[in-house]
């Protein structure tokens, strides 16, 4: 099987995407600046500017294009450069997508994707955010933040082709994450966790770009006979914990791995759930992992301690199993 | 660009000049008029209703503004779209809703438009491509942009229109989908109800520019005020820039000037305008003015307007009856079988479901 990049894997999902005449992109440089992150670099070429919609800065606007033109048959894709600018569409995001089928009486629905990604390196406070968990707060909305390639390509098919508004979560450190991927069309279901790692000891859940982090930990514990078993959520909402609270009953320690605030952030969720549907089976408190609780600081040195490092989940590991 | 600056002083009557429209038979005319009494009664029983705590939440009347939506509207075509804003039932009802439906919608009743879940404020009917009523100010106008989008994609003539008030035209998305509607020359007709106030906050207090058609100019956009208490008026308006939009020419911003002589929702105690106000614009009543011109120039009879009359009497009141004897929605729209179209299961299930 071809090894390919998260990237390429994306490029793909969208190359075969958009042979459905309904399919187009929107957003801000995705067409003649040849895209922020190289995902749909050459589209314009390929597909025109119809299609490719290089938008104005106006992410409001782009949402709630996207979401009207999905409502009369379109099947849009929205691409908002990162994550921090995502706020200025939160009100077309919540009040409307997330609403119109519901509101509505399920007269209506809104098949759009919306894509973005998290991400840091020295871009300092107002541009190294995860609002993972507002998203996943949201009923109406879908939210997924795949790992691997293999996921990222299947994942945003089955966003495309899902009749509901799906906001798709990538991260700009995982672009160049590589692994196996099919050339074949294929998809993977929204809302399914899966194992990426089996061990007996202790369960690390987590999802995106801290499944790889895990999966280095993971390797250095090995080392020391510590067998680390990592569930990967792929789906935040609807949430599945079938796969985290098999392992938790197995191995009866949790770590929750996150790359957000951990006030009401997205662990805690998972954390809660744990405890609700595991308790029988807890042998120590859940640990947590996730960015120090500040404005994300220039420095790099700074940078490095408030972010989710290998050698904290090592460590976290280490305290849950003592 | 038309303007018409004088608007809080019509005459009595409206414009028979514009009755020389070949399109306007006498049976057409008496329509309008039919539709814009069936607004009005709807809406003073939906208040009655109000009272009798029969209607919860909030309740925005539309009277004194029906020949806005009624003239509007009479210029679409059953394959062009609308969205509107939470003051919706004069639009619903000019577009040709059940008004069993939207009473029992009011009625929280899962034989309303939108199944009980969406209440005053939440009208729609994708059936006859009503694409709702929206709650946010101002934030429906970039759905109905990207509606306008797709209509162009898709390769189809159809037109969208969408309806706010004056109070929308100051918040960002406005602007935004003014930008994106020029630039991409998308068929979009913006009408704007400038029925003087936002709550009650008067115009001149809200907008830097009171003559909202103005704000168009800044995207080079074709623009018109135009006296949205004729209803005449406003159909011919509508008319032109409807033909500017599904020819291909871009969107047009109509601004309709108009008067609620209700308050701003059923709680409002209307601190901010006198009595006098309100009585001085309702000589400029756009049902008496059209119905003056229907008398005035042999168009109707005054039976025949009072038998129209008399039907909307009835069936109003049967819709009531139709929306007191209905069924309230079931526990299934409040699992996410309601929330999602696919929804997906998950272990352990959200709510036990
Ligand atoms: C974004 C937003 N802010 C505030 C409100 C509360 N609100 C509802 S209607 C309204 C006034 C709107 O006035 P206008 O746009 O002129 O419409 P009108 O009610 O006069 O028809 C306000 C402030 C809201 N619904 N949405
Ligand atoms: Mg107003």
Same mark, same amino acid.
């Given at each position: 099987m071809p090894i390919i990049t998260v990237r390429e894997a994306l490029r793909q999902a969208l190359h075969e995407a958009m042979q459905d005449e309904r399919v187009f992109i929107i957003g801000e440089d995705i067409g003649h600046y040849g895209s922020?992150?190289?995902?749909?670099?050459?589209?314009?070429?390929k597909y025109g500017p119809e299609r490719i919609r290089d938008a104005p800065i106006a992410e409001s606007g782009i949402v709630g294009i996207a979401i009207g033109a999905a409502m009369v048959g379109m099947r849009p894709i929205a691409e908002i450069m990162s994550v921090n600018f995502s706020l200025l569409a939160f009100d077309m995001l919540f009040n409307h997508a997330a609403k119109i089928y519901a509101m509505f009486g399920g007269q209506m629905t809104v098949p759009m994707v919306l894509r973005t990604t998290n991400g840091w390196t020295q871009l300092s406070a107002t541009h190294s955010q995860s609002f993972d968990v507002y998203f996943a707060h949201m009923p109406g909305l879908k939210v997924v933040a795949p790992a691997t390639p293999y996921d990222m390509k299947g994942m945003l098919k089955a966003a495309i082709e899902? !009749?509901? !508004? &799906? &906001?798709?979560?990538e991260h700009t450190l995982? $672009?160049?994450?590589?692994?196996?991927v099919p050339?074949?069309? $294929?998809? &993977?279901p929204l809302g399914k966790a899966r194992l990426a790692r089996e061990g007996r000891d202790i369960t690390v859940v987590t999802y995106s770009r801290m499944v790889h982090l895990s999966q280095q930990a993971a390797d250095i514990l090995a080392r020391d006979g510590i067998e680390v078993e990592i569930v990967d959520l792929r789906t935040l909402r609807p949430l599945d914990m079938s796969v985290a609270l098999e392992s938790f009953k197995k191995t009866n320690r949790a770590v929750v791995v996150t790359e957000d605030w951990q006030s009401f952030g997205t662990s805690a969720e998972i954390a809660a759930r744990l405890y609700e549907h595991g308790f029988d089976y807890l042998d120590a408190p859940i640990a947590r992992v996730n960015f120090r609780e500040v404005p994300m600081p220039y420095s790099r040195n700074l940078e490095l301690q408030t972010v989710v490092t290998v050698d904290r989940i090592v460590q976290a590991i280490r305290k849950t199993l003592s | 660009m038309a303007h018409n600056n004088d608007h809080a002083h019509h005459s009595a009557g409206s414009s028979p000049a514009l009755l020389n429209d070949s399109r306007l038979d006498a049976a057409t005319l008496i329509d309008y008029y039919r539709q814009m009494v069936l607004i009005r009664r709807f809406e003073e029983k939906c208040q009655e209703m109000y009272t009798k705590a029969k209607i919860g939440g909030f309740?925005?009347?539309?009277i004194g503004e029906e020949a806005t939506a009624v003239g509007a509207i009479a210029a679409l075509r059953p394959q062009d779209h609308i969205f509107t804003h939470y003051r919706d039932h004069g639009h619903a009802i000019a577009r040709g809703l059940d008004i069993n439906a939207l009473m029992a919608e009011l009625f929280g009743k899962v034989t309303g438009c939108s199944k009980g879940l969406g209440g005053s404020m939440h009208f729609a009917d994708a059936s006859k491509n009503f694409w709702g009523g929206y709650a946010i100010v101002g934030s429906h106008l970039p759905l109905a942009v990207g509606a306008a989008l797709g209509m162009?994609?898709?390769?189809?003539?159809?037109?969208?229109?969408?309806?706010f008030g004056d109070g929308a035209t100051n918040g960002g998305e406005f602007y935004e989908s003014l930008n994106f509607a020029q630039l991409w020359k998308l068929p979009v007709i913006f009408v704007c109800e400038n029925n003087l106030y936002a709550m009650g906050t008067p115009l001149e207090v809200h907008s830097s520019v009171t003559e909202i058609y103005r704000k168009a100019c800044a995207f080079g956009m074709t623009s018109e005020r135009v006296d949205g208490n004729d209803v005449l008026v406003m159909r011919e308006a509508a008319l032109r820039a409807v033909e500017h939009a599904r020819s291909g020419k871009g969107p047009v911003l109509l601004e309709a000037m108009t008067y609620r002589f209700r308050g701003h929702s059923a709680q409002d105690t209307q601190k901010y305008r006198t009595k006098e106000d309100i009585e001085r614009h309702r000589r400029n009543d756009p049902i008496t003015r059209f119905r003056a011109l229907l008398l005035n120039e042999g168009i109707a009879t005054e039976q025949q307007l009072r038998d129209i009359d008399r039907m909307i009497d009835d069936q109003v009141e049967a819709a009531v009856r139709f929306a007191d004897e209905s069924p309230e929605p079931g526990h299934e729209w409040i699992t996410q079988a309601g929330v999602y179209a696919a929804p997906i299961a998950v272990d352990p299930p959200i709510h036990g479901e």
């Open positions: 922020t992150y190289g995902v749909t670099a050459g589209f314009l070429e899902d !009749p509901d !508004p &799906v &906001v798709f979560i995982m $672009y160049t994450v590589k692994g196996e050339e074949e069309s $294929y998809t &993977v | 309740l925005h009347l539309y162009k994609m898709q390769r189809k003539d159809s037109v969208v229109m969408v309806f």
